[in-house]
């Protein structure tokens, strides 16, 4: 079975310092990938998404950057955190149109910039 | 402008209940709508999902419904439980632009013993 892995849970950086977060789905081939962020009491907004090696697509100009160096892997950075990246960030995979785009997503890394 | 709405407001009700939620959007013409389930500190999880030209879906104690006139879909619980407190996020997956899915902001379920 599929299971999507996300790390760390939870993260405290300072103003100014990078930002590295990891996710990785075990047990599928050439997802569809995607980093959310999630505000307090607000809906998911989508970060980046990528279908497939190399291939970024970036929804929200900002301070973030993702990367997706092997098929199952996709990872989220920033040279310099702001106050504002504070929030719930989340990964999710999919298998394209043929499953419909149902999502599973990962347990979320709680960042906290101060 | 596009946007997905839903009920910001708690919804309280009893254990034994149904609960009904409502999505809302305007200026989308989704292909599906679907239906996830977050608990706190925790990704969402998928529960359902309707085709544009469905009209129900039921799934054990789940029903979603979908009226693409209304620009509404309807989320069921029957026989609510303490168990299924949680908040309900719809989503939109587009008919194109890639593979975009839009989620609205929840609505959080408390359902009292």
């Known amino acids: 079975s599929q299971t999507i892995h996300q790390w760390p849970a939870t993260l405290v950086q300072p103003v100014g310092s990078p930002l590295s977060l990891e996710c990785t789905v075990e047990?599928?081939?050439?997802?569809?990938l995607y980093w959310y962020r999630q505000a307090a009491g607000r809906g998911l907004q989508l970060l980046f998404y990528?279908?497939?090696?190399?291939?970024i697509s970036s929804e929200v100009p900002q301070n973030l950057s993702a990367s997706r160096p092997q098929d199952r892997q996709f990872i989220l950075s920033s040279k310099k955190l702001l106050l504002s990246d504070s929030g719930f960030y989340l990964c999710?995979?999919?298998?394209?149109?043929?499953?419909?785009?149902?999502?599973?997503f990962g347990a979320g890394t709680r960042l906290s910039v101060l | 402008s596009q946007k997905i709405e839903q009920n910001s407001e708690a919804l309280n009700i009893q254990e034994g209940k149904t609960a009904t939620l409502t999505c809302n959007y305007t200026n989308y013409s989704p292909a599906y709508l679907q239906w996830y389930r977050q608990d706190p500190g925790r990704g969402p999880v998928f529960l359902l999902l309707?085709?544009?030209?469905?009209k129900e879906k039921r799934k054990e104690r789940l029903k979603v419904t979908f009226d693409t006139t209304l620009k509404q879909s309807l989320f069921h619980i029957t026989a609510s439980q303490p168990a299924d407190s949680a908040t309900y996020l719809c989503?939109?997956?587009?008919?194109?632009?890639?593979?975009?899915?839009?989620f609205g902001a929840g609505t959080r379920l408390f359902v009292k013993a």
């Open positions: 989503a939109l997956d587009m008919r194109t632009g890639g593979f975009k899915t839009i």
């Open positions: 999710a995979w999919s298998g394209g149109r043929e499953t419909k785009n149902i999502q599973y």
């Open positions: 990528s279908v497939g090696i190399g291939q």
């Open positions: 047990g599928t081939s050439n997802p569809n």
């Open positions: 309707i085709r544009e030209n469905e």
